[in-house]
């Protein structure tokens, strides 16, 4: 693990009229880390990585990669440059195969994808990296199978799938596990933690399931009301009585009513 700081947002600021759903939020990510983002509904993380991928404006505030500005960057830029971000509902072509979704993401960030006189060369490339991505999330035996006749769990699978084909350096994940049945959860999360290791990946993950978060994490940053409240390693968080207080309390609670 390095201590490179690969992302990092300096008194970033969101409103919508009255309200801030990001709050000055100032957070540094190191390189090659799991970072998770914990906080109630509503806290601001969606917001907060909305701005992050450059999917919304700040009101003020800045966001650096690897020390670049790229505060005000549209998405297909920050893409360009290594971000991947995923959103909370599904994102994949209903009607293409398993396989044609992964291959037009990754030609969707093709460098040379309007070099038509190279266009059989980097086809077939496309085709190689839509196929290890494949054997990668586990869905090779599904290359032909419509996207929309996919199990859930399968198409959360795909999802991370299209992130990946084009070998982000940077994964943004909104809630991949919403909606799956519990079951399927360790799955998709021992897939995540294998490719951020295997590929040296930085990931930031929000993410509802506090046993996941804890299990995964390297780093944890909590979130309430669009704030920073606290910031640390899972002990540390943890062990933090405000976080208790205001958050983990109530939602190990909910956890174990579940169960
Ligand atoms: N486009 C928008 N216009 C107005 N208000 C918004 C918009 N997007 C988000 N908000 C508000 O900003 C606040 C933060 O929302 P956000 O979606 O970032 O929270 P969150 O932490 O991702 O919540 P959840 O855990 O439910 O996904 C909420 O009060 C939300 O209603
Ligand atoms: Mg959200």
């Known amino acids: 693990m390095t201590t490179d700081i690969i ?9 919508f009229g009255a309200l801030v759903a990001v709050d000055n939020v100032s957070v540094k990510i190191r390189a090659h880390t799991f970072h998770s983002i914990i906080g109630p509904n509503g806290a601001g993380k969606t917001t907060f990585f909305n701005l992050l991928s450059g999917n919304l404006k700040p009101t003020s505030g800045r966001v650096l990669f690897k ?71 586990g869905l090779a035996k599904r290359a032909d199978t419509p996207a929309r006749t996919l199990p859930h769990g399968d198409q959360r699978k795909l999802e991370l799938g299209m992130l990946l084909a084009p070998d982000p350096e940077v994964l ?39 046993n996941v978060v804890m299990s995964v994490s390297d780093v944890i940053t909590v979130m309430h009301y669009g704030q920073v409240l606290a910031e640390g390693t899972p002990s540390d968080v943890t062990a933090n009585e405000v976080v208790q207080e205001a958050y983990l309390g109530t939602l190990y609670g909910d956890v174990a009513a579940e169960k």
Do not use: C
């Open 7 to 15: 992302l990092e947002t300096q008194q970033l600021r969101r409103e």
């Open 67 to 137: 020390g670049r500005d790229i505060t005000h960057l549209p998405l297909h830029r920050t893409a360009h440059l290594g971000i991947g971000r995923s959103f909370q509902i599904t994102n994949i072509f209903p009607n293409l195969t398993v396989l044609e979704n992964i291959r037009l993401a990754a030609q969707a960030l093709g460098r040379d994808n309007f070099h038509f006189w190279r266009r059989a060369h980097h086809f077939r490339r496309y085709e190689e990296r839509a196929a290890a991505v494949l054997e990668q999330v």
């Open 172 to 210: 943004l994940l909104d809630e991949p596990t919403a909606g799956m049945a519990t079951e399927q959860v360790p799955e998709l999360i021992d897939l995540i933690q294998s490719f951020q290791a295997a590929g040296n990946k930085t990931v930031l993950l929000v993410e509802h399931n506090m």
